[in-house]
């Protein structure tokens, strides 16, 4: 199902994204359109299960949330209504610590941790775009899974307010989430699936 309207060229809003049918995934960063098609794929799917599944296990009864796409994430540069936001995103996983930015359609400002899984169809965008895009706008923690190296690179804010060097983890090795002091994640169920 296409959008004949829809030039991808042209600077578009969330309050455009929103009269957009069901048919299709899109993404919005600094009013340029991304296509999420096609669906991700079943491995990719079965890893964002095992991640979802430590971090709700873990998150039972906090004051954090766990969410995964598709789940709008509006990022706006300040105070602009969100049908003026220029940037939406629908990240992996999500972790959201403060209840005034969640509402029915989602999140509106930076989770506290954002969560990447690379397929070949995203993988350019989720490590330029979305990493500088992260950074910017003040997420906390940048989690990028490699499921065909078998890896994960975890990026954390400075207080410089700049990603400094990532933190790189093996299929074989826990990874302690530095947003949290006592959770660890088991990245072997996650690599296993």
Known sequence: M???SLKLE???????????GDGERWELIDGM???????????????????????????????CDVYFAPFDVRLPEGGEADEETATVVQPDLVVVCDPDKLDDKGCRG?????????????????????????????VREYWIVDPSGGTIMVFR?????RYGRPEVYTAEDTAPVGIFD????????????
């Open 10 to 20: 042209e600077w578009y809003t969330y309050g455009d994204y929103l009269t957009w």
């Open 110 to 138: 930076a989770p506290d941790l954002v969560v990447e899984i690379l397929s070949s169809s995203t993988s350019g965008k989720d490590l330029k775009q979305k990493f500088n895009l992260y950074e910017q706008r003040g």
């Open 33 to 63: 359109a991304y296509n999420m098609s096609p669906a991700p794929t079943r491995r990719h799917q079965k890893m964002l299960g095992a991640l979802f599944g430590q971090f709700y296990h873990y998150l039972k009864d906090k004051p």
């Open 182 to 193: 006592d959770l660890v994640i088991d990245l072997r169920t996650v690599f296993a699936a």
């Open 157 to 161: 804010l400075g207080t410089d307010r």
């Open 2 to 4: 296409g959008y004949p």
